[in-house]
């Protein structure tokens, strides 16, 4: 049974740092391409940024140059260390594992932008 299970979101002010967790299980991790999608309010839900099985990374233009996505296939975790945090970050972000038809989905972390 797959279980994506994220951590590390809260509330944090503009400018600021967070890094997000995911712990994978129930998937050969190293082969999937793993990402990170997040949700506002009222809005659909969008690719924030996703890492391959070759370390290759893919990034929205609303994070390029903010946010970093890694991996560690030792211990099947998936990051997401987010820098210059504004308030439009504010969401729920999900974490994503994907191989061929498979994908899966954990329910999210909840990251909140505010003064």
């Known amino acids: 049974q797959v279980q994506l299970v994220e951590s590390g979101g809260g509330l944090v002010e503009p400018g600021g740092s967070l890094r997000l967790s995911c712990a994978a299980s129930?998937?050969?991790?190293?082969?999937?391409?793993m990402g990170w999608y997040r949700q506002a309010p009222g809005k659909q839900r969008e690719l924030v940024a996703t890492i391959n099985s070759h370390y290759s990374t893919n990034y929205a233009d609303l994070v390029k140059g903010r946010f970093t996505i890694s991996r560690d296939n030792a211990q099947n975790m998936l990051y997401l260390e987010m820098n210059s945090l504004k308030p439009e970050d504010t969401a729920v972000y999900l974490c994503?594992?994907?191989?061929?038809?498979?994908?899966?989905w954990g329910k999210g972390t909840l990251v909140t932008v505010s003064s």
């Open positions: 129930g998937i050969s991790f190293s082969v999937y391409t």
């Open positions: 994503n594992a994907n191989y061929g038809f498979r994908n899966s």
